[in-house]
């Protein structure tokens, strides 16, 4: 499977700021989603990321709150913007392998806590 | 769009005993169905997968059966051991379709095993 990494792994930031998380695969990859899990949830997806075009948003969440960049296939950036302490969450990226393979792999998340 | 239950939300073995976690989902058009094993504080693993072309696959003592008329799934753990405690969560996607692949999750499970 690919490897996947994030940066940063965690961050405490003041409500009003934006945070940028990136991920990165070392391979290409067809599809690369980005997930919330706030704490003792399940994971809730939050926008596919298109390589080339505007990402795909799930119900309940907006590119101003959250826009996301793949400027090609194996990097994307999340930026979670105008914070508040309810976005305290872990954020993951997954990451779907090129090929007929159905399988997500998931990166080792950012833990962002808002103060 | 597509709705995961889970249930047990907590389960409690003892060493050796076997262990299973029901989900269903609700869109018909689903056709991939993985699990997922999260230790506190690690990223979603993934450990064993099912296809609706399939009936049941087993990996060594995990196994995992769908029955596409009732749009329920089920993991089966034999011979548990301590460090199978986690939290586990089944997902269910329409890969080939036009949303890519994107999963939506149930609720969790967390499995403790005691020695």
């Known amino acids: 499977s690919a490897v996947i990494s994030q940066k940063p792994s965690r961050d405490i930031c003041q409500r009003g700021t934006s945070l940028t998380i990136q991920c990165q695969v070392d391979?290409?990859?067809?599809?690369m989603f980005w997930y919330r899990q706030q704490p003792g949830q399940s994971l809730t997806l939050i926008a596919t990321?298109?390589?080339?075009?505007?990402?795909?948003?799930e119900s309940g969440f907006v590119i101003d709150k959250f826009p996301i960049s793949r400027p090609n296939l194996t990097f994307s950036t999340l930026t979670v913007s105008n914070m508040s302490p309810e976005d305290s969450s872990i954020y993951l990226c997954?990451?779907?392998?090129?090929?007929?393979?159905?399988?997500?792999?998931f990166g080792p998340g950012t833990r962002l806590t808002v103060t | 769009g597509e709705n995961v239950e889970q249930h047990p939300s907590t389960l409690s073995v003892q060493e050796g005993d076997s262990a299973v976690i029901k989900c269903t989902y609700s869109?018909?058009?689903?056709?991939?169905f993985p699990w997922y094993k999260q230790e506190l504080g690690k990223r979603p693993q993934l450990i064993i997968d099912?296809?609706?072309?399939?009936g049941e696959k087993k990996d060594q003592r995990i196994a995992v059966t769908l029955n596409k008329t009732a749009k329920h799934f089920s993991l089966h753990i034999t011979e548990t051991q301590p460090e199978d405690s986690a939290v586990y969560f089944c997902?269910?996607?329409?890969?080939?379709?036009?949303?890519?692949?994107?999963?939506?999750f149930g609720q969790g499970t967390i499995l403790t095993v005691h020695p």
């Open positions: 997954s990451v779907r392998s090129r090929g007929s393979g159905y399988e997500q792999y």
């Open positions: 869109d018909s058009a689903s056709n991939y």
């Open positions: 990321a298109n390589q080339g075009s505007e990402a795909t948003y």
């Open positions: 099912i296809r609706s072309n399939v």
């Open positions: 997902a269910a996607s329409n890969a080939g379709g036009t949303s890519y692949g994107k999963l939506t």
């Open positions: 391979s290409q990859v067809t599809m």
